[in-house]
């Protein structure tokens, strides 16, 4: 198991559990306490837990709904469904086209998915994208940056230079995740300092594909993104509540649950 793997799941028993042990989590997954260890002092530098003897538990800050961990803390978050997820939505791309990925934990792991002899270029402000990108490709990816200002919390280049330089672009695919789903507030996300090169990508596209874990759902984020009615495709997991998916199902969106 992956560190991280290993990392989401003790992220999952903390929030169920309200503290994990070092011995109980040494037991359960099979491995050392100083593995654990290591994994709680990664996850506290994060701002996701506190450390305490003999185990962790939650950060004490409060938060709100809105509240946007950094990019590194909600990689840890969900990994399991975001896999799923952004192996299902690979498929999605095909031989030619030009996608736009956003800045999202869910997105930055799609590339790995897509098959090498299929060529396309992803636009984005994802230096974990570009990253990604750079690592996998074989010819067959052609990367443009959006530029800008670097916001260091999310590893995202970001401001009035990134949207300028994107409305060069309409996109066959966007493909993106937000902090919320709702059908009263439509999607919304945690930060300002990205959203407006995301309405953009997503109103210029030819069709907005929507990643969304099955947490994202009935919450809302501080900041407006878009309605319901302008999803085209919906990806999610299978701990969905399918109630959620009726107003998608309402505006003939695609919905691909994934296994």
Known sequence: MFSIERQSLILEMLEQDGKVEVNTLAAKFSTSRETIRRDLKEMEGTGILKRMHGGAVPAGQKRSEGYELPLMARGVQKYDEKQRICKAAAKLIEDGDTIFLDNS??????????????????????????LEAGRLSNDNIVVICVGGMLNLKNYSLVGSHSKAFAQNFFPDKAIMSCRGVDEIHGMTDAGILEIELKRDMLTRS????LLADYSKFGIS???????????????????????????????NATIIIAD
């Open 206 to 209: 030819r069709e907005f594909i």
């Open 221 to 251: 984020g501080a900041v407006y993104l878009g309605s319901l009615n302008e999803v085209d495709c919906v990806v999610t997991d299978s701990k969905v509540d399918r109630q959620k998916l009726k107003a998608f199902e309402d505006n």
């Open 105 to 130: 934990s869910t997105t930055m792991n799609l590339l790995r998915y897509v098959p090498r002899d299929i060529k396309f270029t992803v636009l984005t402000n994802s230096i974990q994208v570009m």
